[in-house]
């Protein structure tokens, strides 16, 4: 399984931004999606999951400025972030459980494949 994550950028403060996840490599629909983001100096954190369901999760600081979606024909998974802050400054990175129709987990280790992360920074 390929993640490619993409659409980060400099954007500031109240500014918008929408990264993208394609998956590649088996099929898509059946599986929860996730957005983590890494902080400099900090652990990877969790923003936001879709399920299956198309059922979604949200970290408390993102929920009303953030959405998680995806389009299963083009399996990919989007996250339009709004209302930018100094504060969502970090690397992003899509993530992919293994098994079919599982839960939305906040916990890094609940997914097993990984994209390589889309730099997001907000200037003040």
């Known amino acids: 399984v390929q993640l490619q994550a993409s659409g980060g950028g400099l954007v500031q403060t109240g500014g918008s931004l929408t990264l993208s996840c394609a998956a590649s490599?088996?099929?898509?629909?059946?599986?929860?999606m996730g957005w983590f983001r890494q902080a400099p100096g900090k652990g990877r954190a969790f923003v936001a999951a879709?399920?299956?369901?198309?059922?979604?999760y949200y970290t408390d600081s993102v929920r009303g400025r953030f959405t998680i979606s995806r389009d299963n024909a083009k399996a990919t998974v989007y996250l339009q972030m709004n209302s930018l802050k100094p504060e969502d400054t970090a690397v992003y990175y899509c993530a992919s459980q293994r098994t079919r129709m599982g839960d939305l987990s906040p916990v890094s280790q609940s997914y097993d494949y990984w994209g390589q992360g889309t730099q997001v920074t907000v200037s003040s």
């Open positions: 490599g088996r099929s898509f629909s059946d599986y929860v």
């Open positions: 879709i399920g299956w369901s198309r059922n979604t």
